[in-house]
């Protein structure tokens, strides 16, 4: 038996409402919670996406170990191309750093620094 279920996933920044909007337009979620300091996405089911705001927020340097990464998100996308002009369109930035030689992800920052790949199955 679990001791405890998925609530949120909390990603500091230092404009929780842009960040939102970047993710909601990336996976297709809507804002269910907005206030000044604390912007909540969802798809309706049980897990939320929260941006919490963190005026001093400094994003990764991944892969340095300086200000490591620290938590990225993985999601699945069916065409890395088309996925990757589409992210690039709303705010995203592609890594200089792509570890994977298969080609079958790719690491992008957010509009806040935080790392996230388009992954295909």
């Known amino acids: 038996m679990a001791i405890a279920r998925m609530r949120s996933v909390v990603l500091d920044c230092p404009d929780p409402k842009r960040l939102a909007d970047f993710y909601g337009e990336l996976l297709g979620w809507k804002i269910t919670n907005l206030e000044d300091d604390w912007v909540t996405l969802s798809d309706g089911g049980p897990v939320r996406i929260c941006f919490q705001q963190a ?6 340097d991944w ?10 998100l993985d999601v699945t996308v069916d065409d890395l191309d088309k ?3 589409e992210v ?34």
Do not use: N, T
């Open 88 to 121: 690039l369109a709303i705010g995203a930035v592609k890594h200089s750093h792509q570890p994977s030689e298969e080609d079958d992800f790719r690491v992008f920052l957010d509009p806040a620094g935080h790392p996230f790949c388009l992954c295909v199955d």
């Open 55 to 60: 005026p001093d927020h400094q994003p990764p």
């Open 63 to 72: 892969p340095s170990q300086d200000r490591p990464q620290q938590f990225h």
């Open 83 to 85: 996925a990757e002009a």
